[in-house]
T-cell receptor, first 117, second 116 residues
Framework: DTEVTQTPKHLVMGMTNKKSLKCEQH?????MYWYKQKAKKPPELMFV???????INESVPSRFSPECPNSSLLNLHLHALQPEDSALYLC????????????????FGPGTRLTVT | KQEVTQIPAALSVPEGENLVLNCSFT??????LQWFRQDPGKGLTSLLL?????REQTSGRLNASLDKSSGRSTLYIAASQPGDSATYLC???????????????FGKGTLLTVNP
């Protein structure tokens, strides 16, 4: 099973709402990632979790709050978002972030299309 | 700073044609290079991963090559089909010591249209 699942597929939220995005993988991967992708642009890294610990935060505003409750699950909590946060949010996983001279393939989920009104 | 460029930005071909997509990167110190496919509004599907020590990888009708010293990779698609229509992204994982060697650097993609 090389699948990363994400829910919901679509989300519309107001600027005062609180919502969460969910990502799950059952490949035994120990690194998980959140990316943001705007239309016609490549994905931009937001967060990296390694062994359930946040290892990288790419200077993401605090209105985005990631959480890794266990090795299979990654959440992104959203609060007080702005219309410019509307984008496709992608989750990815890999066996590890890196190991010595080798690096690992990242597997992406289908994404959540977020619209902030 | 690593930069990845993909040429052409868009390509339209008739069904059955063999085609080549190009990817170039400015810093040859990379761990690996990955080719992805993205359908409109969907996630990324990993097509091929080439480690820095490898020269090419093949999967079905796809063949990707890597020339690390010249900073180039090509994705060859044989006997193209309308179902191959998508955006193709290449991404490198840099080996630099600047603390960003966890972070895929993506090109802007090539939009491929295969006409029946």
């Amino acid at each position: 099973d090389t699948e990363v699942t994400q829910t919901p597929k679509h989300l519309v939220m107001g600027m005062t709402n609180k919502k969460s995005l969910k990502c799950e993988q059952h490949m035994g991967h120990r690194a998980m990632y959140w990316y943001k992708q705007k239309a016609k642009k490549p994905p931009e890294l937001m967060f990296v979790y390694s062994y359930e610990k946040l290892s990288i935060n790419e200077s993401v505003p605090s209105r985005f709050s990631p959480e890794c409750p266990n090795s299979s699950l990654l959440n992104l909590h959203l609060h007080a978002l702005q219309p410019e946060d509307s984008a496709l949010y992608l989750c990815a996983s890999s066996p590890q972030v890196r190991h010595r001279t080798a690096a690992y393939e990242q597997y992406f989920g289908p994404g959540t299309r977020l619209t902030v009104t | 700073k690593q930069e990845v460029t993909q040429i052409p930005a868009a390509l339209s071909v008739p069904e059955g044609e063999n085609l080549v997509l190009n990817c170039s990167f400015t810093d040859s110190a990379i761990y690996n290079l990955q080719w992805f496919r993205q359908d409109p509004g969907k996630g990324l599907t990993s097509l091929l991963l080439i480690q820095s020590s490898q020269r090419e990888q093949t999967s079905g009708r796809l063949n990707a090559s890597l020339d690390k010293s010249s900073g180039r990779s090509t994705l060859y698609i044989a006997a193209s089909q309308p179902g191959d229509s998508a955006t193709y992204l290449c991404a490198v994982l840099p080996q630099n010591s600047g603390g960003s060697n966890y972070k895929l650097t993506f090109g802007k993609g090539t939009l491929l249209t295969v006409n029946p």
